[in-house]
């Protein structure tokens, strides 16, 4: 069955350091996704990426974070100067279509901001 | 503001029972109700997922009730198994428009054998 890779598994950084965060999106889908979970606390939507730029971002999504589609496969999330509350398990997922059915989640970066 | 509400935070049952976990929302917007299963160290995977314009959906030992005047929305699990040991993610969003899904903040139940 097809998946959503995410990379790297786990992520180390120092606060103030620049982070990217990598997906494969299952090949044949069109819209992307990042959502984040901070430890022990519900899913968050960070944004949504179609025909390559942002469809929808949450009050989240500020101006450190940026996403980019730099090939025909890869979705990636950047954090330019990242912050303690930064540390979270973010997920990238992808549908087909838009209605957010069937919307498949990788299996997340878990980022660790010290 | 809290868009969908979750209970309970955690739930132990004996393998067979029948474990209930709701949901409620605020916006009278959303029309698509999924539920998330996630084990440890993945993502959430889709489960099963109901519309408002029927009031019970069921997939195998997975039912969603949901009750649209309410605004009230369950998982049951029937048959219950040790394997069906993981956290449940309720969501809300709007079909048509939105990007987004609003999720509950999860339980997370423990089946024992």
């Known amino acids: 069955e097809p998946e959503v890779t995410q990379t790297p598994s786990h992520q180390v950084t120092q606060m103030g350091q620049e982070v990217i965060l990598r997906c494969v999106p299952i090949?044949?889908?069109?819209?992307f996704y990042w959502y984040r979970q901070i430890l022990g606390q519900k899913v968050e939507f960070l944004v949504s990426?179609?025909?390559?730029?942002?469809?929808?971002k949450s009050e989240i999504f500020d101006d450190q974070f940026s996403v980019e589609r730099p090939d025909g496969s890869n979705f990636t999330l950047k954090i330019r100067s990242t912050k303690l509350e930064d540390s979270a398990m973010y997920f990238c997922?992808?549908?087909?279509?838009?209605?957010?059915?069937?919307?498949?989640f990788g299996s997340g970066t878990q980022l660790s901001v010290l | 503001q809290q868009q969908v509400k979750q209970s309970p935070q955690s739930l132990i049952v004996q393998k067979g029972g029948i474990p209930i976990i709701n949901c409620a929302y605020e916006?009278?917007?959303?029309?698509?109700f999924p539920w998330y299963q996630q084990f440890p160290g993945k993502g959430p995977a889709l489960l099963i997922a109901?519309?408002?314009?029927?009031s019970e959906k069921k997939e195998g030992r997975f039912t969603i009730s949901f009750n649209k005047s309410a605004k009230q929305f369950s998982l049951h699990i029937m048959d219950s198994q040790p394997g069906d040991s993981a956290t449940y993610f309720c969501?809300?969003?709007?079909?048509?428009?939105?990007?987004?899904?609003?999720f509950g903040t999860g339980t997370r139940l423990t089946v024992i054998p």
């Open positions: 997922a992808s549908a087909i279509q838009v209605n957010n059915e069937k919307l498949f």
């Open positions: 090949s044949n889908h069109l819209y």
């Open positions: 990426f179609y025909n390559n730029e942002i469809s929808e």
């Open positions: 916006n009278t917007a959303f029309d698509y």
């Open positions: 109901i519309r408002p314009d029927v």
């Open positions: 969501a809300a969003s709007r079909v048509s428009g939105a990007n987004n899904l609003f």
